[in-house]
């Protein structure tokens, strides 16, 4: 079954950029069929969807977001990756990959999450 | 973006409760809504999606309903392992976007 594992630094600046990848084991990205989603937490609330990817580069990002994020897929690495930049303290939290059951549906496989300190 | 209204906040249940969480969204979503469970430290994990499908090795006990914008979970006989925050989800209209999440604790 397809797995999904977090990877980063925990701790950013202040207006630098954040990087994270996601490793995707068990299934290939290149399948298709889904879109590859970055998913955050601020620490004691609620969830906030940030952006997907599909295998071909297409992306969608939260308006909200649009202006700093970017989401990146590396099909022979079989992981995507997720840049925010100018990060502040609010952009502190939990940063989730997930995959949807398929495309435009709910996600059924998460990774368990990293968390992220936006901090001087 | 479509704002999704989750009430109790918190619930205080006992084993062997029935429990009932809604969810109301700002605009209809007929029936696009997922639930998740999570627990403290834990990545959200997929109960239902489509308003009242249950995904694979989900117990019964946990069940779904509702459509346009009102949406109930259902928790029968609450089990000790059920003690968790609970989110709904719409996925009809981008961005994405969750509820504010149901603690339900013990009473």
């Known amino acids: 079954q397809v797995q999904l594992q977090e990877s980063g630094p925990g701790l950013v600046k202040p207006s630098q950029t954040l990087s994270l990848t996601c490793s995707v084991s068990g299934g290939s990205i290149s399948s298709g069929g889904h879109h590859w989603t970055w998913i955050r937490q601020v620490p004691g609330k609620g969830l906030e969807w940030i952006g997907y990817i599909f295998y071909t580069g297409n992306t969608y990002y939260n308006p909200s977001l649009q202006s700093r994020v970017s989401i990146s897929v590396d099909t022979s690495q079989n992981q995507f990756s997720l840049e925010m930049t100018s990060v502040t303290a609010a952009d502190t939290a939990v940063y989730y990959c997930a995959r949807d059951r398929q495309m435009r549906d709910a996600f059924n496989v998460w990774g368990q999450g990293t968390m992220v300190t936006v901090s001087s | 973006d479509i704002q999704m209204t989750q009430s109790p906040s918190t619930l205080s249940a006992s084993v062997g409760d029935r429990v009932s969480i809604t969810c109301r969204a700002s605009?209809?979503?007929?029936?696009?809504l997922a639930w998740y469970q999570q627990k403290p430290g834990k990545a959200p994990k997929l109960l239902i999606y489509?308003?009242?499908a249950l995904e694979n090795g989900v117990p019964s006990r946990f069940s779904g309903f509702g459509s346009g914008t009102e949406f109930t979970l259902i928790i029968d006989s609450l089990q000790p392992d059920d003690f968790a925050t609970y989110y709904c989800q719409q996925y009809t209209t981008y961005p994405w976007t969750f509820g504010q999440g149901t603690k339900v604790e013990f009473k």
């Open positions: 605009q209809s979503i007929s029936i696009f």
């Open positions: 489509q308003t009242s």
